[in-house]
């Protein structure tokens, strides 16, 4: 569990860090940006559907950890060079039942190691979508150089990590909210 949320983190959150802390260092002619064009996104493979700003592009990778080897798949939209929004989705491979405790405890895990030695957490809370266990965080990362909105939702063996990052708490939190509470679950084709 606390694989698939890292590597979801990672992936979107750490390219786009890496980005932040380092600036072009070749002029660039200021060109208006791109209009929003604020679309629904959906995988009905992984049952969920969610507002991008921009058409996102997408990435897969596979990890190994305590639990065995996990397929996660990334879909991230970039607006500028310093802020972008993610989903990953990874499948546990263990058909364990977990109890909410232990759900809990694999969250804060997973928080933990996203915040790292260089992340500093700013503010937490306990989320559900439905019956589903989630968790909010948002931090600092690269000494406040970067801010991260995360979402992560425990669903029956699958873990949603909603990530949106920014070189600033401000940029961050302007369109957040409008992703973040875009996510939906939606039934897989075989269940109806």
Do not use: C, H
Request: glycine share 8%; charged share 25%.
């Amino acid at each position: 569990m606390v694989g698939i949320l890292v590597v979801g983190f990672a992936t979107i959150s750490i390219w786009m860090l890496d980005r932040i802390a380092s600036p072009p260092v070749t002029t660039q002619i200021r060109v208006s940006p791109t209009p929003l064009d604020w679309r629904t996104f959906v995988d009905t493979e992984l049952r969920f559907s969610i507002l991008f700003p921009r058409k996102p592009k997408e990435s897969t990778e596979t990890t190994t950890n305590r639990v065995g080897l996990m397929l996660v798949r990334q879909y991230y939209s970039e607006l500028d060079r310093a802020t972008a929004y993610g989903v990953s989705v990874g499948d546990l491979p263990l058909t364990n039942k977990f109890s909410e405790e232990q759900i809990e405890i694999m969250l804060d895990a997973g928080r933990n190691e996203a915040l790292g030695t260089d992340g500093k957490l700013v503010a937490e809370r306990k989320i559900a979508l439905g019956p589903n266990l989630g968790r909010e965080f948002d931090m600092e990362k690269l000494g406040g150089k970067a801010f991260v909105k995360a979402r992560v939702y425990y669903v029956e063996g699958r873990i949603y990590t909603l990530t949106t990052v920014g070189s600033s708490r401000e940029r961050v939190l302007q369109n957040a909210s409008r992703f973040l509470d875009s996510f939906k679950l939606i039934e897989s084709p075989t269940n109806k």
